[in-house]
């Protein structure tokens, strides 16, 4: 019996075949070849239609329109601020979030010089800016960030060494004993703003939170959130009650868009909107 080559399988796996076409066996290469030929052809077209569809209809692919989505909600309907801030930060903010030169995560941080580096995540500054906000206003602050964050990561179907982070933090805003209902809450009604129905929230042991409540689909982690006063918050000058998710936008399009590997769903010249552009 004959299996596809490794270069058909790659070109298949890449047009977005289904698995058990990838897993046929023939009885003869002439049989392979010609399936091969009917199959990637097929694929293609069906790649062609989806891109035509974006271009003509839809107008953004669909990690822009979960971006899109998730930002809609938090200031239409959650009542939070959208902040940006810089992508480059300090080797001493780092440190402060226990990432130092002895962690794993250091090791996945590209540096820029000695003490400056591409964000790994959105947190170090968003402490920064919920702490001043709450300074100057006196009251209760909701702030979120959507921006890129960069890491060295395996290169797996589930990473990318730029990904786009969504932050969401609530400042002084529950009463103490309340953070981890109220981040559950906030869990679940970020899941049925995307269409997103089958997941687990799951308690996880952290490098820097300590523990975290993940939101999980498939197995896959696609949010990680955390809340105070913990043991960080003083080198920060934050003290008050504070609950934070932080949410893999990448991931999140992948789930939605039913993509096996997350770079079908990443900002790419390769890709866009799960489709490859070499067809």
């Given at each position: 019996?004959?299996?596809?080559t ?10 977005g075949?289904?698995e ?11 049989e ?6 009917t199959?990637?052809n097929e ?6 239609d ?6 003509q ?8 329109s979960t ?8 200031k ?11 992508s ?21 941080v590209?540096w820029?010089?000695r ?14 800016m919920?702490?001043e ?23 797996g ?24 209902d ?32 993940d939101?999980?689909v498939d ?6 959130g ?9 080198r ?14 990448e991931?999140?399009a ?18 866009i909107d ?6």
């Amino acid at each position: 019996m004959k299996d596809f080559t490794t270069t058909q399988r790659e070109r298949l796996a890449e047009l977005g075949a289904d698995e058990s076409i990838l897993e046929m066996t023939f009885s003869t290469e002439a049989e392979r070849n010609r399936l091969f030929q009917t199959t990637e052809n097929e694929w293609v077209q069906f790649n062609r239609d989806h891109i035509d569809s974006l271009l003509q209809e839809r107008r953004e692919p669909i990690l822009l329109s979960t971006i899109r989505l998730m930002e809609d909600w938090l200031k239409q309907e959650q009542g939070f601020t959208q902040v940006a801030t810089p992508s480059i930060i300090t080797g001493d903010m780092l440190a402060r979030m226990n990432i130092n030169e002895d962690s794993d995560l250091s090791q996945q941080v590209f540096w820029l010089g000695r003490n400056k580096c591409l964000r790994p995540m959105l947190a170090p500054n968003l402490y920064v800016m919920m702490r001043e906000l709450k300074r100057i206003s006196g009251q209760p602050v909701k702030i979120f960030e959507c921006g890129s964050c960069f890491r060295k990561e395996s290169q797996g179907s589930q990473h990318l060494n730029e990904f786009t982070m969504l932050n969401m933090v609530e400042l002084a805003a529950t009463e103490e004993g309340r953070q981890a209902d109220t981040l559950e809450a906030y869990a679940r009604s970020a899941m049925k703003v995307l269409g997103i129905d089958q997941y687990e929230l799951v308690r996880e042991e952290s490098v820097v939170y300590k523990e975290t409540i993940d939101i999980v689909v498939d197995g896959l982690e696609v949010a990680s959130g955390a809340y105070g006063p913990m043991y960080l918050d003083g080198r920060w000058g934050v003290f008050d009650v504070w609950v934070g998710i932080g949410f893999g936008l990448e991931r999140l399009a992948a789930v939605r868009g039913g993509f096996k590997n997350i770079r079908r769903a990443g900002r790419s010249i390769t890709y866009i909107d799960g489709s490859p552009l070499n067809i």
